[in-house]
């Protein structure tokens, strides 16, 4: 088996500290990682972080891997993955060798397996951690992770990752985590698009909404969004969890591996278009919740 790592002796580096990065990187210096570096295309955000945890700030990724043993990359999308693990002067792959990426961002599985490939050529290793938590998980240490990508990379950071998790759900070799993730948040994705349409129709009809949201608690209606985004979608408290723009984004993955198989989606397609909708309004970065916006009377939608 690889040698663990330990928190006495590894020093950890994230790029992309928004939300969930940030906080990924305070409960690893909680638990006695020291974060060597942070980065992200915000250098301000970057720079108050580093200051926080004492970690240096590089211009570039080349940088956080150069002080950094373990570094996680929680980007936004594919492009944004992209451009740190691309060719060229500034690479996060530049003296890569030795190191071990673990990727927490949702991007496409086939990108996953190109970073395995990109990484196995710079004598380094790629792990896919994909996140099924959100922002309060991430900074107690109680994610949900989906992994996959080099197995025996995955057992060196094991340490690392069960401080940031409460499970760890091994799925396969590179890009298996990733179509897992997908089909997830495709799902989600759609049951909070349902929600948001049945919750719109109950005020159409002038329902009591709170007793309507506990028939559905104790129906075959009950799901984990009526627990996470009912309240919300009727108070209209869109404060962000899981942004609607990155719902969209999710949605587009999945219907585009339903597309490679041949699988019909035509709910994971409108439910797509309506958080286009959202996007398109100027909405996306408001919580998944914020559909709700295109579905009651008086709102957005009608």
Request: one cysteine or more; aromatic letters at 4%.
């Amino acid at each position: 088996m690889a040698t663990q790592v330990s928190p006495n002796s590894t020093r950890v580096g994230v790029v992309g500290v928004g939300r969930m990065g940030a906080n990924i990187a305070r409960r690893l210096r909680d638990v006695g990682y020291t974060i060597a570096a942070v980065a992200d295309i915000d250098a301000e955000r970057a720079n108050e972080l580093g200051r926080e945890l004492g970690a240096q700030t590089p211009p570039a990724p080349a940088g956080v891997t150069a002080v950094s043993d373990v570094i996680l990359t929680v980007v936004t999308d594919d492009a944004a993955t992209r451009s740190i693990f691309g060719p060229g002067s500034g690479s996060l792959l530049q003296d890569a060798a030795g190191k071990v990426f673990v990727n927490c961002a949702t991007i496409s599985p086939d990108l996953h397996v190109e970073i395995d490939r990109l990484t196995r050529a710079a004598g380094a290793a790629a792990v896919e951690t994909c996140m099924a938590s959100s922002i309060p998980q991430a900074r107690d240490g109680s994610l949900y992770l989906i992994c996959g990508g080099d197995e025996s990379a995955f057992e060196r950071v094991r340490p690392l990752l069960g401080s940031m998790s409460v499970a760890l759900r091994w799925v396969g070799g590179p890009g298996r985590a990733a179509q897992v993730k997908a089909l997830v948040n495709m799902l989600m994705n759609i049951n909070t698009a349902g929600l948001a349409e049945a919750l719109g129709l109950g005020a159409a009809l002038e329902l009591d909404l709170a007793l309507l949201q506990d028939v559905f608690a104790h129906t075959g209606a009950n799901s984990r969004v009526l627990q996470t985004d009912g309240a919300d979608m009727v108070s209209r408290e869109h404060d962000v969890y899981f942004s609607a723009a990155h719902a969209a984004k999710d949605s587009g993955i999945g219907l585009a591996l339903g597309e490679r198989c041949g699988v019909r989606m035509p709910l994971a397609a409108a439910t797509k278009a309506q958080y286009d909708r959202l996007v398109a309004l100027g909405l996306g970065e408001l919580d998944k919740s914020a559909i709700a916006e295109l579905t009651f009377p008086g709102r957005l939608g009608i």
